[in-house]
Structure formats: C-alpha cells, structure tokens
C-alpha cells in the first residue's frame, strides 16, 4: 500500500467529530466508522465499544475453558497442562496395494500363460544360489581378520556370486534394469543412502555397487543370505540396543574414512515401504559427517505391487515369478554434502528432501517401530490394524518414548478389548486399569479423551501414557508414594473392599501377596494413569515400606 493510499484509510478512520480534547470523542460514547471497501461501496458502520465489550466477554470464555480443564486434568501436579494429539494421517506408508488375484480375469490368464516359463525361472533361481553360494562359501574360507578389508583374490572369487545375483534378479524378471545418473566416485561420496521398498533392493546393490552393508544382527541367521552379507563385510546393528547402535556408528565412520574398504550402503528408513512415501531417516548414516550419494529405486507397475508391506515374503517371490516382465528404476542423485557444523538431523532432513523429491512423494514421520505395532495389531485381529500407527519418529521426538514402551502401551491397549473401529470405551478402559467409576476415573479417561467422542484410540491413549511418564515429577511421584498406607482411600474415598483387592492385584505382579518396591514401579511404568491415584503426595513425604495396605 503506498504512502498517499495509507493517509487517505487513515482521515476515512478517523472520527468525523472531534472533542475538544483531541481526536477521541467521549470515554462513554461510541466511535461511529465508515470504513470503505477496495470497490468504493459502503461496509458497515462498527460499534468500538460493543466489539471491545465482545473481546472482553471472549477471553473471558477462553480463562473459564482453561480454568474448567486445570480443574479437570488429574496429571497436573505433576506438571502436565493438558494432552495434544497431533492429528492422524492418512498415509499408510506399508500397505501392498496389489490387488487379490480374483479381482483380475487379467492376472488368472497372465498366470496361467506364465506357469511353464516359472518353473525354467525357479530353476534357474536354484541353479543361480546354488552357485553363488558355494563361491560365497570358498571366499570365506578360512579368513578370520573381519576388522580388516578382504584380500583382493576372494574379492574376485565373489565376482561370481555378484554374477549370480544379477542371474537371480534375471529369474525374477527383471531382465533389464533402467538406470539413471552414475554412482559418485568412492572418494568422493563413501556413504550411499537409498529408500527401501523390496528385498530386490539389497540383491540389485550387491551386485551393482558391492558395498558394505549395514544389516540387522537378526540377518546373520538367515540361510545363504546370512554369507552374503558376511562377505560384504557387514556392520551388525541391533536397532534396540543404544550401545549397539553406538558401535555400528563408530564402525561406518571407520570404514567411510579410508579407501581400503567398499563404500558403505544404508537404508535410513530401517525398513520396507510401499515407495509412495518417504518415512523418518535413522541417523547413523549421517552423524560421521561424510558426503552422501542419495540413491532412488522404484518399481514401475499396474498389475503387480512389488513392495515387500503387508505380505508375506512367499507370497510376493511367487507373484513375481509369475509375472512377464516387472520394472525397475535406479537413480543415482547428485552428492548432498555435509555444511559445516551442521547438526546430523539437519543432514539428515536435507539428504530426505532430495530423495523425496526425486520420487515426488511426502516424508512422514513413520518409523520401523510403526511396523511392529502395525504387526502386533494385526497378529491381534484388529479390523484396521493400520490405525494403530502413531507416527513413532515424532512421539519418541517429542517425548522420548521407545519402540518397545510403544509396544507395552498397545499390549495394555489391545487387553481393554478395541472395538471394529479400533477405539476402547470407558468401561474396557477402568476395567483393565482396576479403577472404580468414579469422578478421578472419569478425570482420567476425559483426560485421553481428547475429541469428548466417548472413546479413545490407541493414537490418543499412547500420547497421554507417554506425555505422563515422560514428566520429571512422575517418578519421583512413584518414589515417594511407595510404602503409604490408605493411599488408595485418599484419592477415591468411596472405593469398597473389592476394589482395593482388584487393584492390589494389578500392582503384586509376582502374586506373592506383598507390592515391593519393584512391583509399584513396575506396575505404573506399565500403567502410569494410575500415577494420579497419588496425586495427594507431597514432596516431604517419606519413604516407606508396602504390604497389603494399598
């Protein structure tokens, strides 16, 4: 807006009677505006006074909410405001979406015509691990010095297994593999990163790059597989063991540092997604602060969803012997370097963008955590296991809470019985907690309830859990309201026999008929709602022993 446009709003606002005192009219009175809309029509006439009155009246409002909900909230001694639950998305970053064989006269006939050339791949399947692994086996004989690079003669000798996993690739139909863009000098770029959509990914790798991997310690079990990632020199990891996680960060820095080993290659994402979205990266391979070649895969389809999601592993090798020809795409993205002082989350989010921009798509907040609640609800029947995904990455962000605290939290969950909408009632909800119906466990479930619906979900009830136990004061709570006798009593007074004995219960979780100390704690880390029975506590209060007197 220029100067002379500003001057004229201005004298248009301004009063069209002055008082004596200056431009403002009487305290009492009402300022009357003409206010003149970009079209030269008249707006409205506007009452200052009444619309400061309404402002006045509409805070008022929001303190009265406010005050209801400290009123209301059960946690807030320990230092919890209210509950927030970022909103749901509706992304599944694991969903398969091929369809059921019945569903296409297409893929019977498709099918049918392919039987025969199934069976000469099948064979040729054979024939090609059969071979590579005794290769794999003769390169590996003998060599005991792990921490240093593999001599150059059995580095030749699985140029034959590398041979044989393009052969193997061959057999599952991808005859031809369309490459975009070149792999970046080793020094130049000595991590590579890509997302992960099939087990096709780390056959295509080894044979195109042989690279050494970074692989759960689960894989090393695995038959044949298990040699092939031990001959490419493999950094085990095991993805809930901080340590663990630790040691193979040292070791990644140590093999990237040198040209004496391959280039190291990881899937950040730390699983398989269906390849429409992008979800958190792990951080490893960017806290050494070495350049990284972004990598893209992609399988190209109609028919035949080659992502390793929610299907088995039989069911989708077999889909794909049974296929013509399936398609693949490899990209190689320009190098993203590290910026000086840069954080490895900063790093991380930057070498995310390329890659999902490269395939168009979104980056979520999913994690490999998602897909073991994802699994337990399924193993569970749940109708929509998908909606037990909670976004994992940015809870444990948020409010520091594991993988495997996740998983305890849906355990407690799936017990208070979910409906077909995967969504608990109040009263599966103080069953499973042992609570009476009563005004605190109305407090609490009100609390979790943060849409009023009635319900919860699981999204709703692990943030609440989390945002509790994750308070400083929860356990010096716990600490100190072990061992005081009648505390039960204080917080519901109206709790009968029974219900004290079905609470006891719930906390001796050795039945031998006495709470230690390690049973209380044990019992609200797995329950911390309950943590608001002790409410009451001071912080003067001693420590004490505990029997039967909860």
């Not at 009487?26 to 009444?50: A, F, K, L, P």
């Not at 056959?203 to 790059?209: A, D, G, N, P, T």
């Not at 809870?395 to 996740?406: G, K, M, P």
Request: glycine fraction near 6%.
């Amino acid at each position: 807006m220029s100067v002379m446009a500003r001057e004229v709003e201005e004298d248009l606002k301004s009063p069209l009677i002055k008082s004596e005192g200056g431009f403002t009219t009487d305290d009492n009175q009402s300022n009357v505006i003409i206010d003149i809309e970009s079209n030269g029509h008249h707006h409205h006439h506007q009452d200052y006074t009444n619309n400061s009155n309404n402002r006045i009246d509409e805070e008022a409002v929001v303190l009265e909410v406010h005050e209801e909900e400290r009123d209301n909230n059960p946690f807030e001694f320990i230092g919890v405001e209210r509950l927030v639950v970022p909103k749901e998305t509706t992304i599944d970053p694991f969903r398969n979406n091929t369809p059921e064989i019945g569903c296409s006269l297409y893929e019977w006939i498709k099918m049918i015509i392919v039987i025969p050339i199934a069976l000469l791949r099948l064979v040729g399947f054979g024939i090609c691990l059969a071979i590579g692994f005794v290769f794999t086996k003769f390169a590996l004989f003998g060599w005991k010095d792990k921490k240093n690079p593999m001599p150059r003669w059995r580095c030749r000798v699985l140029g034959v297994t590398r041979l044989c996993s393009r052969g193997i690739l061959f057999c599952f139909g991808y005859h031809w593999i369309r490459r975009k863009g070149k792999p970046a000098p080793r020094d130049i770029a000595p991590i590579v990163v890509s997302n992960h959509v099939s087990y096709i990914d780390p056959i295509f790798y080894f044979y195109e790059l042989h690279p050494t991997i970074v692989a759960s310690e689960s894989h090393d079990s695995l038959p044949f597989v298990g040699d092939i990632i031990r001959a490419m020199q493999v950094i085990y990891v095991n993805r809930f063991s901080a340590g663990s996680r630790k040691n193979a960060v040292s070791e990644i820095k140590r093999k990237a540092s040198g040209n004496r080993f391959p280039r190291v290659l990881l899937f950040p994402e730390g699983t398989t997604t269906n390849g429409r979205s992008l979800i958190s990266f792990q951080l490893g391979a960017f806290i050494p602060g070495y350049p990284i070649q972004p990598v893209v895969v992609r399988y190209p389809h109609i028919h035949f969803d080659q992502s390793w999601g929610n299907i088995s592993l039989a069911k989708l090798m077999i889909r794909g012997f049974l296929q013509f020809h399936n398609f693949m795409e490899v990209e190689y993205l320009p190098v993203v370097y590290p910026n000086q002082k840069e954080s490895a989350s900063n790093f991380a989010e930057r070498t995310g963008e390329s890659i999902a921009s490269a395939l168009n798509v979104v980056q979520t907040s999913h994690s490999y955590g998602d897909v073991m609640l994802l699994m337990k609800a399924a193993e569970a029947k749940q109708e929509k296991a998908s909606s037990y995904m909670v976004e994992l990455a940015r809870v444990d962000n948020s409010l520091n809470i594991s993988t495997l605290e996740a998983l305890d939290f849906l355990d407690v969950f799936l017990s208070m019985n979910p409906g077909p909408s995967g969504r608990v009632e109040i009263q599966e909800f103080l069953r499973v907690l042992r609570l009476p119906f009563c005004p605190l466990s109305e407090k609490i479930f009100a609390f979790i309830d943060v849409e009023k619906y009635g319900q919860i979900t699981f999204r709703q009830f692990c943030y609440g859990v989390a945002l509790v136990m994750k308070q400083p004061l929860f356990w010096r709570t716990c600490e100190l309201a072990f061992g005081l006798s009648d505390s039960i009593r204080l917080a519901i007074p109206d709790i009968t026999d029974e219900q004290v004995d079905e609470l006891f219960k719930l906390f001796d979780s050795d039945s031998d008929d006495k709470v230690s100390e390690d049973d209380f704690i044990t019992c609200l880390k797995k329950n911390p709602l309950l943590v608001a029975l002790f409410s009451w506590v001071g912080t003067g209060t001693e420590v004490g022993s505990c029997s039967r007197v909860i």
